[in-house]
Structures are given as structure tokens and as C-alpha cells.
């Protein structure tokens, strides 16, 4: 999610849970540390190589529930400095919710997110939510001020942000309903046309900005990935767009085996293949993963590639150069 969700959200429960023991530092400090995590990517800007370092480390460790702890910790410690406060153990609790904000409103997004680092660097991802959401931002920003003008009036502002924090809560397990139902119409819709299930690959339900009732429907078959628009409300059969993967070759095989681009497969859930040859038998691989490639309303399907990885490999086989390609754009 947006670095500001995560912030609303703990400040919310900050003010919720620790308003009282902490007075103002308790939905600060917490607002602060749901901010921490994703820093991780100051630090891999100064301090990581490789051109897929991103990928790899970006809400890797930062972002791990084992971890948690550590982060607060420091935050903690810091805060109390700060404020010169004796009371590390309510700011350690007032930093930790504000990390935990920060895990629970990253995993249901499609990125994914490296909640068991270091023990496993699997990234989850429930494919609830786009990352952007102005429904879930007015829901937290209502709440919190709804909040304060409660406590400005001597009010029950305890309760009144339990209900935003509830209402928030009830908002991402309805998207998560609408997903299920999603994921439903894709299998039945592939069963109706007698899609042999031991040729699909990978299948997905992506969510659309702000069309929480639409969501991108994704399946891989060998050589192609099929994505269409599932309206969970209607009856309307799936109309799939085909993304053409080129055929396996020697070179695609290369860089599949390099281990410089070990860390862009483990993260391309839906990995598309061109290959071009010139004239020298020199071939240009390109990947991109066809998650980004999803309907963004007034704007159609997205033609731009966030994440791509170029690959040059000579005629012998030899992986010349990999490395990323920055913002490509799907051909016409």
C-alpha cells in the first residue's frame, strides 16, 4: 500500500490503543514506525547491487514479521529519547502496531511481501487490493478525524476509532470476498471452454483501481498469457487478450540459468518471453511479468513495464549482458 495508508492506519490505532498511556507520542510514534519498513528502499538505493536488487529486497527483511520487533525496538528507543520519556515499553507497543500496519496493509496487495524473512524469502501476496486505494484512504482519514473531534469534544473517541479501525478491517475482508467470487468465475469460465487444466500454468485475479467489482483475470497456457476483465456482479463471459511468450530457445534457456536473474524470476509471477535474433545470431531476451500489465480505468491496459529484464546472448549460448530495463513499453 501507499506509504499515507500506512501512516493513517497506525496513527488510528495509535490513538485508539495508546492516546492514553502516551498521550500525543502514541499516535505518532505509531504513524512514524508505519512509515519505517518501507525506508528499506533508501537503503537499497545507497547500499544494494545488482540490477534487480530492488526486487529482491524491497519488503523483503524490513518487512518481516520476525523482524518486527527489531524495528520497533529502534523506534522505540529513539522515541523515548526524544521525548525523554522513561516509558520504552508503551512506545515499543506504540511502534510495534505501527509496524504490524505496515505488514497488514502490504500483504493483501500483488507485490508481495516477505512476511517469514530470513527464514523463507517467499513473497505473499493475497491479490486483494491495488496498491493506491482512495476508498481505504477516506475510510482512515474520515476515521481519524472523526477521532479528534471526538476527543476535542470529550467524546468516546476510544470507541469512535474502534469503529473506523473496524470499518477499515470490513472494507479489505469485502475486497477480499469480491477476489474469491473473482477467482470463482475464472475457474468456471475456463472449465466452459473446455480449458485442459493440466496445461494451465499460473492463474490470477489482479485487482482494477477503484472498480473494486471489476478485476484483472490472468492464466498461463504454454507459449501464451491470457488475461481478461472479470465483473464479479455480472454474467458477461471473460474476453481474454492474448500476451504471445516467444517459443523456448537455447537463449531463453541461457538466461533462465543465469543466476544474476535469479532474483527477477523468484519475484515474475507471470513471466512473458520476446526474443529477437540479428543477423549475427546475436539474441536479445527480454521478460517482463504480465502482473503490471493489468486495466487501469480511463486508461485501458497498461502498455508500460515496471520491471523487465534484458538479456544479450551470443550465438554459443554466453549471456553477454543482463540487466534491467527501466519503464519499456509493450509494442502495437
Given at each position: 500500500m501507499i506509504t499515507t495508508d500506512h501512516m493513517l492506519a497506525a496513527a488510528l490505532v495509535g490513538e485508539v490503543a495508546l492516546r492514553r498511556k502516551l498521550g500525543?507520542?502514541?499516535?505518532?510514534?505509531?504513524?512514524?514506525?508505519?512509515?519505517?519498513?518501507?525506508?528499506?528502499?533508501?537503503?537499497?538505493?545507497?547500499?544494494a547491487d545488482g540490477p534487480f536488487a530492488y526486487l529482491k529486497h524491497h519488503r523483503g527483511l524490513?518487512?518481516?514479521?520476525?523482524?518486527?520487533?527489531?524495528?520497533?525496538?529502534?523506534?522505540?528507543?529513539?522515541?523515548?529519547?526524544?521525548?525523554?520519556?522513561?516509558?520504552?515499553?508503551w512506545m515499543f507497543l506504540a511502534a510495534l502496531a505501527g509496524v504490524l500496519c505496515q505488514l497488514a496493509l502490504?500483504?493483501?496487495?500483488?507485490?508481495?511481501?516477505?512476511?517469514?524473512?530470513?527464514?523463507?524469502?517467499?513473497?505473499?501476496?493475497?491479490?486483494?487490493?491495488?496498491?493506491?486505494?482512495?476508498?481505504?484512504?477516506a475510510i482512515l482519514i474520515v476515521?481519524?478525524?472523526?477521532?479528534?473531534?471526538?476527543?476535542?469534544?470529550?467524546?468516546?473517541?476510544?470507541?469512535?476509532?474502534?469503529?473506523?479501525?473496524?470499518?477499515?478491517?470490513?472494507?479489505?475482508?469485502?475486497?477480499?470476498?469480491?477476489?474469491?467470487?473473482?477467482?470463482?468465475?475464472?475457474?468456471?469460465?475456463?472449465?466452459?471452454?473446455g480449458v485442459d487444466r493440466d496445461e494451465v500454468g499460473q492463474?490470477?485475479?489482479?485487482?482494477?483501481?477503484?472498480?473494486?467489482?471489476?478485476?484483472?483475470?490472468?492464466?498461463?497456457?504454454p507459449g501464451r498469457t491470457h488475461m481478461g476483465l472479470v465483473h464479479v456482479m455480472g454474467d458477461a463471459p471473460i474476453e481474454f487478450r492474448i500476451l504471445a511468450d516467444a517459443p523456448p530457445s537455447a537463449a531463453i534457456a541461457a538466461v533462465g540459468d543465469d543466476p544474476r536473474a535469479d532474483a527477477f524470476f523468484d519475484f515474475a509471477r507471470l513471466p512473458v518471453y520476446e526474443e529477437t535474433i540479428d543477423e549475427h545470431?546475436?539474441?536479445?531476451?527480454?521478460?517482463?511479468?504480465?502482473r503490471?500489465?493489468?486495466?487501469?480505468?480511463?486508461?485501458?491496459?497498461?502498455?508500460?513495464?515496471?520491471?523487465?529484464?534484458?538479456?544479450?546472448?551470443?550465438?554459443?549460448?554466453?549471456v553477454v549482458s543482463l540487466d534491467r530495463s527501466r519503464w519499456a513499453e509493450l509494442p502495437d
Open positions: 500525543w507520542a502514541g499516535p505518532i510514534v505509531a504513524a512514524v514506525a508505519g512509515l519505517i519498513p518501507d525506508l528499506d528502499q533508501v537503503a537499497i538505493a545507497l547500499f524490513s518487512h518481516s514479521l520476525l523482524f518486527a520487533p527489531v524495528l520497533a525496538a529502534v523506534v522505540a528507543a529513539v522515541a523515548c529519547l526524544v521525548c525523554r520519556s522513561r516509558k520504552f515499553g502490504d500483504w493483501p496487495t500483488s507485490y508481495g511481501t516477505q512476511l517469514l524473512n530470513p527464514i523463507t524469502t517467499t513473497a505473499y501476496a493475497l491479490d486483494w487490493i491495488f496498491i493506491i486505494d482512495l476508498y481505504l484512504t476515521a481519524l478525524v472523526l477521532v479528534w473531534r471526538s476527543r476535542r469534544h470529550g467524546g468516546d473517541y476510544v470507541r469512535t476509532g474502534v469503529r473506523g479501525l473496524a470499518a477499515a478491517t470490513a472494507y479489505l475482508l469485502f475486497l477480499g470476498a469480491l477476489h474469491t467470487m473473482a477467482v470463482d468465475r475464472l475457474d468456471r469460465q475456463l472449465a466452459s471452454l492463474t490470477a485475479c489482479l485487482p482494477v483501481p477503484l472498480m473494486p467489482m471489476v478485476w484483472t483475470a490472468c492464466y498461463t497456457t545470431g546475436v539474441s536479445t531476451v527480454l521478460v517482463y511479468d504480465a503490471f500489465q493489468g486495466y487501469m480505468p480511463g486508461w485501458g491496459w497498461v502498455r508500460r513495464r515496471p520491471f523487465q529484464l534484458r538479456a544479450v546472448v551470443s550465438p554459443d549460448g554466453r
